[in-house]
Every structure is written in structure tokens, then in C-alpha cells.
């Protein structure tokens, strides 16, 4: 049918654009698939199980007095590390007994010295000689005379005496306070001291198992890379297949993942144009069997129509005599308006002169001698089973690469073996950590509290003795009238002063004690400890002596030094890095991916098989489309064909004839007339049914073949070359193109398994300089020490002393101001108005 042949030379048309577009653009070099989160190897996380937890200075709303007291010791103490003084009292104690560099840097102490020896002294004095004026009546007693300026001053007194009992005030409690903080801070900081070496001890001693456990992660990305390369049984169904193709496939009882993917990667990619080529090569197959039964169709129908039209035309010469003669019979009436059209009955189309398909036919003759079917059949199958070929030809490499990954992990396991600390990580002496207990100072907190008891008693006295004086005042109508309310207020301030004369000294002597402690704590180690002068000063040759050697103690190289030390380990180096022992080791020279990687990116590289080799057409069926173009079956003259087949069999319509005559027969008066023209009709009828009708039968059929034919000629050696370079050249670019996939499939599966290797090694390196051999635990043990005095006992002690001589320096002024304020409350002597 005619919908037929417009469907299949659509298809035809489709194939042959599909397969132009993969002759001109072949298979592009595929970019491998980005990393997916499956890519990314997954570790424990290794912390080390035995860890220096590093202690850090906790914000205090008493920040601002730690800072007032660092400056005034700063003002104090203004002399540099005293590092003469202390090499000749390190290596000969005795020679610095009664040195005077021992005095001179520690002059700003010798005058606070000689200020609270003065204040300790001219107190107690100042008391007694107070106490014998109070017994002669001369101090604390009364006023003699009354003055207009007397409230003025008493107010001015109050005054006074209010600010420094507040100055005090505060001074006390910030007293309590770091007086508690002292007690509570000092017992857990130097409980700490052992607990931090102990777990430094242990850290060192667990740097092997560390190391160790490092190197046997090495199953992780070794487990991966074994799951990438196969192992594992098909799930299902691959989509992409034919499903025979799949049941091949699944038939297998475990399938490589690499040779799996690689063959399918192949196939995915010359799909397209071989099933393209192999469609083309079954249309030319079509287009050799049809042609050739079109061809036999036009020689039968042609010699067929030139036999009938020689039966037909003595009947149509007799009918057409017999017909004109009854017409031109006198006695027929009305007929000569039909003779014409009976003069006119002949022949039309003669198929006799149409050109001869005979010689095509002859150079056709036993074609198709091979078996297309079978044969696109069989390339098709071959092509098919690439991916099954792919791991049949992959086993043995695949095998090898996990052998290759065995002695991988033996050479893995050479970063423990060559690992150097073992000899330098001896641990810490036990018995030094064993000895170190925290001080318990009881008895300075408790004569602390007692005496900012004692403060607080005096604030006591000092408030209710201005209270009940004031109120007394207002309620005194005359100066020199007797109040028992203000008497009883000045007897108050007068105990207050009784035990400020009484305690001041022992106020003294315990802020100079703890001062004394503290502020060469402070500036002597503290201060000293920030700026790294101490570290300089141990790393300076000849200021320690032989049995203080921290360089030998702590297993450091002899061309290093504890500043260089802890500079690197609190920057985060490794312990070897540390100890310098990185000319006999040098992990990153252990952990480049080349010396783990070698044989495996090598084997991968040289590994080559055969895997598109698809044979799809076979030299007699090559011989048979070339005799097809041949055949000359384009030259014939299908337009003479189509010329006489737009002939009818008869010029003139012998039903149209027949009608007419019929037409004619009613008229007639004579019967006999009438009787002539319907046989006549009936014969034309019958001519009509038998003989030109089954000619026009033959002339549709003649013309369904014609049409094809006339269709394929003009493109018939074209196709037919077109298809046989098309598969020549895909048979020829089949294996080429299948090579260039696999190298780009192994390229890409290299690539994602060095980054397995990558990883590992990157996190090998991480760990044993993060965490299992890391130095970072001795800086944070050095930086705890500091955090331990300085911070957490030394800023406390220090601000306790400075509070509490505070209290102790304005007890002066608030004696006074009480003495004075005293006489005020008591009545005047002489009124003078």
C-alpha cells in the first residue's frame, strides 16, 4: 500500500540521519561522573583516647582588680629577669645569701618592706600614745566652746568618715572574696599539676598503639577499592539492555563491578550508531528483496497486459463493426448522435512498447544468496554480549589489582614499622608525679577571714557610732546639754579605733607576707612566663645546671631547645618534628600517593583487551548489494511505464457505450432495431466485466510496483554505497573507538580510587600530627602550668593582699576622722553665744 511504502521510506530516511550524525560526531571522550558523597571514605574519628585537657583563664568580674594589681606590681618591680642572679643561685646557691644584686632588684620590695616595717611600728606606737591621752583627757573628749562653723565641720567629719568606711567596705568584701577564691581555686589548680603529667605520661606511652591503629585503617579505602572493582551479585536488571541481553548478563553467578561497568559503558556509547548501521543494512536487505519482487511483478504484469490487449482487439475490431453498422441502419431512430462514439472504440494503452526488465531480472537472478536476518542477527548478539566479554577478558586484571592491593597494605604497614618514637617517648619519671601533692593553706584563710572580721566590726562600730550620734544631735535642743545617744555613738567610734590601734599591725605583717609570696610570683615567673623570658633563659647554655637539663630530660635533639619546641608543638607539628628526627623520618616523603600507587596505576595503564570486534556484514552479502547496485535496475524507464498506464485499455468507455445504446433501444419503433441494440449492450457489458476490467486489475498492480521502484532508483547506488562504507567503516572503528572508551573508563576508575588512596594518606597524616603523635599535649601542659599559678592562684593572692592593705592604709584616715568626729558628739563644755 502506498502508506506503507511512505512509512518505510521515513524510516529509512530517520536511520540514515541517526547514522550520519554518528559517522560525523563518534563517540566524544565521556568526562568522567563527578564525585559522588559515596566517593568520600568515611574514618573514625581517631582522637586520642588519652587526651591533656587544656585549662584556659575563666572571665571574672574581679578581671579589673587582677589588671590594677598587675600594673602596680609592674610599677613595683620594673627590673628585667634577673638571669645573672639566678644562674649563680641555680649552680651556686650559697653565693647569693647576702648578694647585693638580691637587693637591688628586689629594691621595690625592700621599700614596701621599710613602709610596712614604719606602718607596723608607728601604729601600735600612735595607739599607746592615743590611749595615754584618752586616759588624761586630752583626745576623744569634749569641744570647750561653741562656734558657728562647728556643723560645718561635723557635717564635713560625717563626710569623710562615711567615704572611707565605704572605701573599706568594698576593700573588705573584695577581701572575702578572693580570700575564698584563693582557698577554692588553689587545691583543684595544684590537684591539676600531677593529674595533667600523668596524662601526659600516658599519652606518650599510647603513641604506638596509636600509630599502629592508624596504619590499620588502611582497611577502609582497601575495602572500598575491592568493592569497586566487583564482587558483588547483580541486583537486577540493566536498562539499557535488550532483555535477552540481561538474562545473559545475570546468568553469571558474580559479575566484576569494574569489567561490568566498563562493558557497559561501551555498549551505552556505540549503541547508537551500531544499531544505526545495522538498521541501515537491514533496509538495504529490504530494498534488495523488494526490488527484486517489484522487478518480477513489472516483467509478468507487462507481458501479461500485452497478451490481453492482443486477445482483445479482434473482439473490439468485430464489436465496433457490428455496432457502427446497426447504428448507420436507416431504420434505428435518433442514432447517429452515438455513431460517432462507436466510430471511436479501439485500443489505448499497449504495454507492448513499455521497456523490458528482463536483462535486471537476469543479473538478479538467485539473489539474496546469504541470509540477511541471520546475519544482522548475529552482529546484533555480538554486539550485545560486549559487556559479558568485558568480564570474561577483565577477570585476570582484576585479580591482579587485588593482589597489587595487598602489598599495598604490606608497604602501608611500613609507616609503623620505621615509625621513630618509640626510642624518644620514654615516659615522665612516676615517682616525680607521684610526690607532687596539692597545699592545703588553712591558716591563711582563717587569719585572713579573722581579720576582715576584725575590719568589719570596726565598719560596725564606725556606723552605729555615727548613727547614734547623729540622732543624738538632732535630739539635743543644747550643745552643752548631756545625750546619752550621742555619748553612746562616740564610745562607738572610740572602740573602732581601739581595734584598728590594736589589729593595724598584724593587718600589715599579713599583707606583706602574701604580697611579699604573690608579687614575686607574679614578676618573676608570671610575668616572665608570657613573654617566653623564662624559656630563653632555660635554652641559654650554662644557666641551668648538669641535673636540670630539660633538653636531655625531655628527649629533645641537642641542636634544639625548649622556645623552638614549644613553638612548633603549639603550632600543632608531630613529635618527630619536634625531636628533629625527621632526617631519618620523614613522613611526608612516606605518605606521597606514588609509592602506594605505582603498580596499580601501572596495570591499569597497560592493560588492554579486544572488545568491539562486531562483524555485521559478511563478503556474500557484500557481493550481493553490490549486484543489486549493479543490476541497472536505477536505469530502467519507469516514466514509460507511468506514460502508458495513464492510458485507458479502451478510448472509449464501453459502459458509457453500452448506456447509450440502451438509451437508444427505447426509442425504437422497431422492434427488431430494438432487439439488435440490447444485445449489443449486453456484449459491450460483458466485454467490459471479463476483459477490460481484469486489464485494469494488471494496471493497478503494474502501477503499485512502478511507484516503488521509480521511488528507489534515483537513490539506489548512492544507498547501497553509502551502507556498505558505513559498515566497513564501523566494523574498522568498532575495535578502535571500544579501546578508546575502556582507556577512558580505567582513567576515570584510577582516578577515583587514588582518591581513596589520597584521602587516607591525607588523613594519616592528620592524625598523627593532630592527634596520635602529636606534640601539642607537651604546649598545653606548659600553657595548664602557667594557667594553674598565674591565673587561677597567683591573681587571687594577689588581689586578696591588695584588698586588704587597702583596708589597712585607710584605717589611718578613718582614725582620725573618728577621733575627730567624736568630740562632736559629745555636749560643749563652754556654750559662747
Known amino acids: 500500500a502506498p502508506g506503507s511504502l511512505l512509512a518505510t521510506a521515513g524510516a529509512m530516511r530517520a536511520a540514515g540521519l541517526l547514522l550520519a550524525w554518528a559517522l560525523l560526531h563518534p563517540a566524544a571522550t565521556q568526562q568522567c561522573h563527578p564525585a559522588s558523597p559515596g566517593g568520600v571514605l568515611r574514618f573514625t574519628d581517631r582522637h586520642a583516647e588519652i587526651r591533656v585537657p587544656a585549662l584556659h583563664r575563666v572571665p571574672s568580674s574581679l578581671d579589673p582588680l587582677y589588671g590594677l594589681v598587675r600594673r602596680c606590681l609592674d610599677l613595683i618591680q620594673q627590673n628585667p629577669l634577673p638571669t645573672e642572679l ?119 606511652e599510647n603513641v604506638p598503639q596509636g600509630v599502629q591503629m592508624v596504619v590499620d585503617k588502611f582497611e577502609v579505602p582497601r575495602k572500598q577499592i575491592i568493592s569497586d572493582l566487583g564482587g558483588k551479585r547483580s541486583a537486577g536488571l540493566h536498562p539499557e539492555l535488550p532483555p535477552g541481553m540481561n538474562e545473559v548478563l545475570t546468568g553469571r553467578r ?47 504484469t507487462a507481458r501479461a497486459l500485452a497478451a490481453a490487449r492482443a486477445e482483445l482487439e479482434p473482439a473490439l475490431r468485430e464489436r465496433r463493426r457490428r455496432v457502427v453498422a446497426l447504428l448507420d441502419d436507416p431504420r434505428c431512430t435518433s442514432c ?46 555480538t554486539f550485545n554480549s560486549i559487556p559479558e566479554l568485558a568480564v570474561e577478558r577483565m577477570a585476570q586484571v582484576i585479580q591482579d589489582l587485588r593482589d597489587d592491593l595487598a602489598r599495598v597494605a604490606e608497604k602501608v604497614q ?36 579573722v581579720l576582715c572580721s576584725i575590719i568589719l566590726l570596726i565598719l560596725a562600730c564606725n556606723v552605729t557610732g555615727m548613727a547614734l550620734g547623729a540622732y543624738g544631735l538632732s535630739k539635743r535642743e543644747d550643745p552643752s546639754d548631756y545625750e546619752c545617744r550621742g555619748e553612746a555613738g562616740a564610745k562607738f567610734l572610740l572602740v573602732g579605733v581601739g581595734l584598728a590601734f590594736l589589729f593595724s599591725w598584724l593587718l600589715i605583717l599579713l599583707v606583706f607576707a602574701t604580697f611579699l609570696v604573690g608579687g614575686n610570683i607574679q614578676t618573676l615567673v608570671c610575668r616572665n612566663w608570657v613573654n617566653q623570658e623564662i624559656y630563653k633563659f632555660i635554652d641559654t647554655p650554662g644557666n641551668l645546671p648538669p641535673s636540670m637539663n630539660l633538653t636531655r630530660q625531655l628527649n629533645l635533639r641537642r641542636d634544639s631547645n625548649l622556645s623552638s619546641a614549644y613553638r612548633e608543638c603549639k603550632s600543632g607539628a608531630g613529635l618527630w618534628e619536634v625531636l628533629q628526627l625527621d632526617r631519618s623520618y620523614d613522613l611526608d616523603e612516606h605518605l606521597k600517593t606514588p609509592k602506594y600507587t605505582a603498580d596499580f596505576q601501572k596495570r591499569l595503564g597497560d592493560f588492554t583487551a579486544n572488545l ?53 433501444q427505447k426509442m425504437q419503433r422497431n422492434s427488431t432495431v430494438a432487439g439488435r441494440l440490447a444485445a449489443e449492450a449486453r456484449a459491450l457489458w460483458q466485454m467490459q466485466n471479463s476483459t477490460v476490467q481484469s486489464q485494469e486489475a494488471l494496471v493497478a498492480k503494474l502501477g503499485e510496483s ?49 582518591r581513596y588512596f589520597t584521602q ?26 602557667r594557667v594553674i599559678l598565674c591565673d587561677r592562684i597567683a591573681d587571687p593572692w594577689n588581689a586578696f593582699w591588695f584588698s586588704l592593705g587597702c583596708c589597712t592604709f585607710f584605717l589611718i584616715p578613718n582614725i582620725i576622722f573618728a577621733v575627730r568626729l567624736t568630740k562632736h558628739f559629745r555636749p560643749i563644755r563652754n556654750r559662747l553665744m
Open 612 to 664: 568491539g570486534d562486531v562483524r555485521l556484514l559478511r563478503s556474500e552479502g557484500r557481493q550481493d548489494l553490490e549486484t543489486f547496485a549493479r543490476s541497472g535496475a536505477d536505469e530502467v524507464d519507469y516514466g514509460r511505464f507511468q506514460e502508458e498506464m495513464e492510458n485507458p485499455v479502451v478510448q472509449t468507455s464501453l459502459p458509457g457505450l453500452a448506456r447509450n445504446l440502451e438509451g437508444l
Open 86 to 204: 639566678l644562674r649563680t643561685a641555680l649552680n651556686d646557691p650559697g653565693s647569693v645569701r647576702t648578694s647585693q644584686q638580691v637587693v637591688q632588684y628586689e629594691l621595690g620590695y625592700v621599700v614596701c618592706a621599710a613602709v610596712a616595717l614604719l606602718f607596723t611600728v608607728a601604729v601600735p606606737v600612735a595607739g599607746m600614745c592615743f590611749c595615754y591621752c584618752r586616759s588624761r583627757r586630752r583626745c576623744g573628749g569634749r569641744l570647750r566652746a561653741h562656734r558657728r562653723s562647728l556643723g560645718c565641720r561635723r557635717r564635713c567629719l560625717l563626710a569623710c568618715l562615711s567615704f572611707t568606711s565605704l572605701i573599706i567596705l568594698i576593700s573588705v568584701t573584695c577581701a572575702f572574696v578572693t580570700n575564698q577564691r584563693v582557698k577554692g581555686q588553689m587545691e583543684p589548680g595544684l590537684r591539676a599539676v600531677p593529674s595533667t603529667l600523668r596524662t601526659l605520661r600516658q599519652h606518650l
Open 760 to 785: 587516607y594518606l591525607n588523613w594519616v597524616g592528620q592524625t598523627l600530627r593532630e592527634d596520635v603523635a602529636s606534640c601539642q599535649p607537651l604546649s598545653t601542659a606548659l600553657d595548664n602550668g
Open 254 to 300: 558474580c559479575l566484576a563491578g569494574l569489567s561490568r561497568s566498563v562493558g557497559l559503558s561501551i555498549h551505552a556509547q556505540l549503541k547508537a550508531m551500531t544499531y544505526a548501521a545495522l538498521a541501515d543494512l537491514q533496509d538495504r536487505a529490504s530494498d534488495l528483496q523488494t526490488s527484486l519482487h517489484h522487478l518480477q511483478i513489472l516483467d509478468r
Open 706 to 754: 512502478v511507484q516503488f521502484l521509480s521511488r528507489l532508483a534515483p537513490h539506489l547506488k548512492e544507498r547501497v554505497k553509502r551502507t556498505l562504507a558505513t559498515t566497513a567503516s564501523l566494523e574498522a572503528r568498532l575495535p578502535v573507538q571500544a579501546q578508546q572508551i575502556l582507556r577512558q573508563e580505567l582513567g576515570c576508575f584510577t582516578r577515583k580510587e587514588l
Open 336 to 381: 447517429a448522435s452515438v455513431l460517432g462514439r462507436a466510430q471511436s472504440l479501439e485500443l489505448g494503452a499497449d504495454y507492448g512498447k513499455v521497456p523490458s526488465v528482463e536483462k535486471v531480472l537476469k543479473a538478479l537472478a538467485g539473489l539474496p544468496r546469504s541470509d540477511f536476518a541471520e546475519m544482522i542477527r548475529q552482529g546484533n548478539g
Open 414 to 449: 611500613s609507616i609503623a614499622d620505621g615509625f621513630p618514637l618509640p626510642d624518644y617517648t620514654r615516659p615522665l619519671p612516676q615517682p616525680g608525679i607521684s610526690r607532687l601533692r596539692p597545699a592545703a593553706l588553712p591558716s591563711r584563710w582563717i587569719v585572713g577571714t
